[in-house]
């Protein structure tokens, strides 16, 4: 009994440039080439799989030996193009290179080269996976691929050219085939399943193009796979049966209660879809498309994938209680999970895992707009100004009175304020001045002394995060405050990430007993600041020596701005 049934794939297989989906910047360039009967004599056809590599090469073997061409476009009608499409012209060879990769297969074929079509006006070899052929198979096939008689194309395809030798690259034409836009497969899947008499939802065959990821033929392998498990009716749930994927309502379910920091609900679903057959790896790839889908909508809502798949009010309510910031976060933790799952033999305790800190993040930013500079803190700062206003004023009267004759006395520049630079990553210059009013000494000591130990904390946690912190040295410290300076820009910019700087503070905390929040600066940055409080103290000490009752005003005016720590009084 010989099998009628042939798959969708071998079916609707493209037979025209016009039938190739998504690679209009091939076709145009093959068809004006054959319009003007200027093609070469060999191609290297590359890309991902299923995106129409060797349906090209046939079309381009129809159209160079059609009767009525050679044409931009085979008319398919003629006997020469009906047999290539069957492939019974011996003049068109389709060799496997994956099984025919030796030596003695090339030099078979550069043996047969030089004999003339006996049908056609061109013999066309097509070279699928032309990668897999041996070095010396690839030196063999080198002079005759360079310069081969003039009845002779060869097509080369690859889904990986970078294993060719460039002395092959170099001569063919080469032409790089794209991943299929999710629209695009949509769109011939829709049309197919018309032609079928199929009814299909649209959010199954967007399910089914997500899963293609930009491969045609794997899309229409997995409408036959759902054709069959499910019939003549196409619907999400049988895609998501097929497939194993989460359907977009359990997805947006979970990142709801993320979003309200409920890690018992979305701990409760993802249990109920791991125990219906789920795997916990695909559940947490699932999640990560989902929060790149949100930070879409979030970020960049008028692209055309947004605005065909997530126009929805299910996931327009969703995207609102999310920041981009911390949907930031959570993907990065999400993505850092999913390495870790590669190499555990528990993945469900890692997704949990994953789940639990989801709900428990929050961005830096978040925690930023959330607090309101208190009465206090501002009247405070207001003081300082006047404070900062007034010493410069005694300073000017000191420069003043003074005169080269006087001993002991020596002119002076008024003292610069500190540069707006020396700020650290979420503190600005007037609040580096009240911080440093708060430092101390005590504790500043007890850091340094534990400073080893919150290191090695840091490295059994997460070694590459003590890679980036072994860069800096604690140089100041409050009561719940500690300022670390860093030689390196990209070691402090990645310890301020907010899941390494959570992880730090936590350490910090759990080594000196109680809470302190980490603040990062540049060490040269921290070097001016200490320049400039220098600088300040030097002109209170010559205040002093012009006018003692003006001196002992600047120094308490000193003391008062940066504290008794860091005013050193030297007679």
């Not at 129409?52 to 020469?80: F, H, L, R, Y």
Request: hydrophobic share 40%; net charge negative.
């Amino acid at each position: 009994m010989v099998l009628s049934y042939r798959a969708l794939y071998r079916v609707w297989r493209p037979q025209t440039f016009r039938d190739l989906v998504g690679q209009e910047h091939i076709t145009r360039t093959l068809q004006n080439a054959l319009a003007e009967g200027s093609f070469s004599h060999a191609y290297l056809f590359s890309g991902p799989r299923g995106t129409g590599k060797t349906s090209a090469a046939k079309i381009m073997a129809k159209a160079v030996n059609c009767e009525k061409g050679p044409a931009p476009e085979p008319c398919n009608d003629c006997q020469t193009c009906r047999r290539i499409t069957e492939g019974s012209l011996m003049d068109v060879v389709e060799i496997d290179a994956a099984s025919n990769r030796g030596v003695d297969e090339i030099r078979d074929l550069r043996d047969k080269v030089k004999y003339a079509p006996t049908e056609v006006r061109y013999k066309v070899y097509i070279i699928d996976e032309v990668h897999m052929l041996t070095t010396e198979a690839f030196n063999a096939l080198l002079k005759t691929l360079e310069e081969p008689p003039g009845h002779v194309i060869f097509i080369l395809a690859t889904t990986e050219p970078h294993k060719l030798p460039q002395t092959i690259v170099s001569r063919c034409q080469r032409f790089a085939f794209r991943r299929i836009a999710l629209p695009e497969i949509v769109n011939r899947l829709r049309y197919i399943c018309e032609a079928q008499s199929v009814k299909a939802d649209e959010n199954a065959l967007h399910q089914i193009a997500l899963a293609a990821d930009g491969g045609m033929r794997d899309a229409l392998s997995l409408l036959d796979q759902v054709l069959a498990f499910g019939g003549r009716q196409v619907d999400e749930e049988t895609v998501l049966a097929v497939t194993g994927s989460v359907s977009r309502t359990d997805l947006a379910g979970i990142l709801s209660a993320l979003a309200h920091s409920d890690a018992a609900a979305a701990l409760e679903r993802a249990d109920r879809l791991i125990m219906g057959g789920l795997e916990p790896e695909r559940l947490l790839q699932d999640l990560i498309h989902a929060c790149r889908d949100l930070l879409l909508m979030k970020t960049a809502p008028q692209l055309p994938e947004v605005k065909d798949r997530l126009h929805d009010h299910l996931w327009t309510e969703l995207a609102e209680k999310w920041s981009v910031s911390r949907l930031s976060a959570v993907m990065d933790g999400l993505i850092a999970y999913q390495q870790q799952m590669k190499w555990t033999p528990h993945p469900r305790i890692v997704l949990e895992l994953a789940i639990v800190n989801a709900a428990q993040s929050q961005s830096a930013s978040d925690e930023k707009e959330e607090v309101v500079p208190s009465d206090t803190i501002r009247c405070l700062e207001e003081r300082i100004r006047q404070l900062e206003g007034r010493l410069e004023a005694i300073q000017g009267q000191v420069a003043v009175q003074s005169s080269p004759q006087t001993a002991g006395f020596r002119r002076h520049e008024p003292p610069k304020k500190a540069s707006s630079r020396t700020a650290g990553a979420s503190v600005q210059q007037d609040q580096w001045k009240s911080l440093l009013q708060q430092s101390d000494t005590e504790t500043f000591r007890h850091v340094k002394q534990w400073w080893p130990d919150i290191l090695q904390k840091v490295k059994e946690r997460k070694i590459t995060v003590h890679a980036w912190l072994v860069d800096g040295d604690p140089v100041m410290a409050s009561k719940d405050t500690v300022v670390v300076a860093f030689k390196n820009k990209i070691h402090r910019e990645t310890t301020e990430k907010e899941t390494n700087k959570s992880l730090i503070e936590q350490v910090m905390q759990d080594v000196l007993g109680r809470s302190f929040r980490l603040i990062t600066v540049m060490r040269q940055d921290w070097d001016a600041l200490s320049d400039s409080i220098a600088e300040m103290s030097a002109a209170a000490e010559e205040g002093k020596d012009a006018d003692a009752p003006q001196s002992d005003d600047v120094m308490q005016k000193a003391v008062e701005l940066f504290g008794e720590d860091l005013v050193e009084v030297v007679d």
